[in-house]
DNA sequence: TTCTTATTTAACGTTATGGTTATTTAACTT
DNA sequence: AAGTTAAATAACCATAACGTTAAATAAGAA
């Protein structure tokens, strides 16, 4: 079994897979009910499913002759929780970006006597 | 862009790849010095910092000829907001869910012995 | 120019991924 | 027992991913 994260990410990083947790998002579903929305054949469905449940995204139970499959948000937790040690570089590059157009606007005042007047939008 | 968060997440999905941003964490860095902790050839870092260019996860400048790499934290915010909306699953789980999850079980045991018994074969 | 260092690209092989159709398994229905 | 429905597996194909070594490119140093 690879790395944990490594297959969470991995599951993720098929617009398919995403598509069917977030229905399971709204509630659990058969296979036949998840396939519906797919131009797909069942059986490419079914091995994005077993995909995701190796990755513990979901689970799978069993009634009568349907298998109902769950979202498990575990995995996602722990992605969030690698992917939040960078937060600080999504926020910093902000707070830089603000101290930088700061800058710019007190050089704008200290300028406005010499300048045409030609301004700096902020975007 | 949902084409933008597949290449994200297929990123992510190499222990060397995000070994290299956990690298770029510290600081920008020129391919060798990237390469220098793996037992990988260089071919191969080159080709995994393209994917992260790619993914725009990182960016890379000219510097004599060192091509110093720079981490873009963007990508991984969008990430970390595509998972923010499952939080609630994984926040919600020992609340209501599991709850309601658990007096499913239990309704589910006690209609069991409603059953036949006749087993169940498999084959 | 020639040499050295840093990095990328070319060419290649192996394995993984994502899809297909056809078949099989499993459980319910008649 | 035979048929229906749900889902998984088998067999197959095309392409992408990831690694290798060897060669090419780019810039600086001698």
Redesign the interface.
């Known amino acids: 079994m690879d ?1 944990q ?2 297959a969470t ?2 599951a ?4 398919t897979r ?1 598509a069917i ?1 977030a229905r399971l ?1 709204l509630g659990e579903s058969s296979v036949t009910e998840i396939a519906a929305p797919f131009e797909m054949s069942m059986p490419a469905i079914s091995r994005h499913l077993k995909v995701l449940e190796k990755a513990g995204l979901i689970s799978r139970g069993r009634e009568a002759q349907w298998r109902p499959c769950k ?1 498990k ?2 995995p ?2 722990q ?2 929780d ?6 600080r ?2 926020e910093e ?1 902000f707070d830089r970006l603000d101290e930088y157009l700061k800058t710019l606007q007190i050089k704008e005042k200290r300028d406005a006597g010499k300048n045409n007047g030609n301004g700096n939008k902020r975007r």
């Open positions: 790395d994260i490594t990410f991995a993720l990083a098929d617009p995403r947790l998002a979202l948000a575990e996602l937790k992605a969030a690698w992917l939040d040690e960078y937060r570089f999504w590059s």
